[in-house]
């Protein structure tokens, strides 16, 4: 069977971080020249949902989508299905699988040691019972999504000497990392190590670093240093290939998202639930399970 691969970037304002998305694609293009892989965003770019699937679907049988995304919101679990089940009245004859978007898992946890292991030696190697960690999401009106970052710290906190592990959100819910680094210095850390927990750059990224270096100034007699996001990190081919695999029926994992045709997606999209780009995020009305 004749399959393309259509990795879904979230999208950015800020054009470095598409053109890195790009990057990565063309990077694990050629070192899985056997696949046909196409790219598209959801927003913020060129090539968005609708002719990305589209461009998939030019001669193939069947196309994988595959969401370069880490936690599963809204876009994953509402609009990425909205566009596919478009796309599969607009090629009938083409065969569209979903596989699961990147998680919170053994592989993005072996980054997110390495971003702590890196920022720790940037501080010289302080005294972990002394040096707090912060792992900085982007934040959502998910609770399944926040939980995921929730569960990284609690895998920090089991694996690590760090006893003071607290997570924040650059935005939509809380804590925000000013009132984390305030509690922190509250109780006493001496040093605070701050992880993105980002795939990419972006604005968010940017303003990240607009505010660690405010909040230095801030706290002078703190030492407060951040990693990268994890960008183009090993595991993450390791995971898209592992999706791939799982979706060609070759792997052990579950190949297909769970909210692919689920009921109350398509119920959400009755009742016109899609979601918005404007990022607002204000609360809708409940949908009657």
């Known amino acids: 069977m004749k399959t393309s691969i259509l990795l879904v970037g979230h999208g950015s304002r800020h054009q ?13 293009k050629a070192m899985n020249p056997q696949w046909q892989i196409e790219t598209c965003f959801i927003e913020f770019a060129d090539v968005l949902l609708d002719e990305g699937l589209d461009n998939a679907a030019n001669n193939a049988e069947r196309v ?44 993005i946890f072996t980054i997110v040691k390495r971003r702590l292991t890196q920022v720790m030696a940037q501080l010289d190697m302080p005294d972990p019972k002394t040096t707090g960690v912060i792992i900085l999401g982007r934040g959502s009106s998910d609770r399944v999504a926040n939980g995921e970052i929730a569960k990284m710290a609690r895998w920090l906190f089991d694996e690590t000497d760090h006893e003071n592990i607290d997570i924040a959100f650059t935005g939509i819910t809380y804590p925000r990392l000013e009132a984390v680094i305030q509690k922190q210095a509250t109780l006493g850390m001496t040093q605070i190590a ?56 070759e792997g052990t994992d579950t190949c297909i998202m769970e909210c692919d045709g689920c009921s109350y997606r398509q119920l959400a999209e009755e009742y016109g639930h899609d979601h918005s780009h404007d990022h607002s995020h204000e609360k809708k009305p409940e949908v009657a399970a």
Request: charged fraction near 20%.
């Open 16 to 28: 470095p971080g598409n053109d890195e998305i790009t990057q990565f694609s063309n990077k694990w």
């Open 64 to 107: 994988i989508v595959l969401p370069l995304i880490l936690n599963a919101a809204g876009h994953v679990k509402m609009e990425i299905p909205h566009h596919i089940n478009k796309a599969r009245e607009r090629h009938s004859h083409v065969e569209f699988i979903y596989a699961k978007h990147l998680g919170a898992n053994d592989n």
């Open 194 to 249: 701050i992880l993105p927990y980002y795939l990419f750059t972006g604005t968010l990224i940017e303003r990240i670093k607009r505010q660690i270096k405010r909040l230095q100034q801030q706290y002078p007699h703190i030492a407060i240093a951040h990693g990268d996001y994890f960008g183009f990190e090993p595991e993450i081919y390791t995971l898209l290939n592992q999706r791939v695999n799982a979706a060609m029926g």
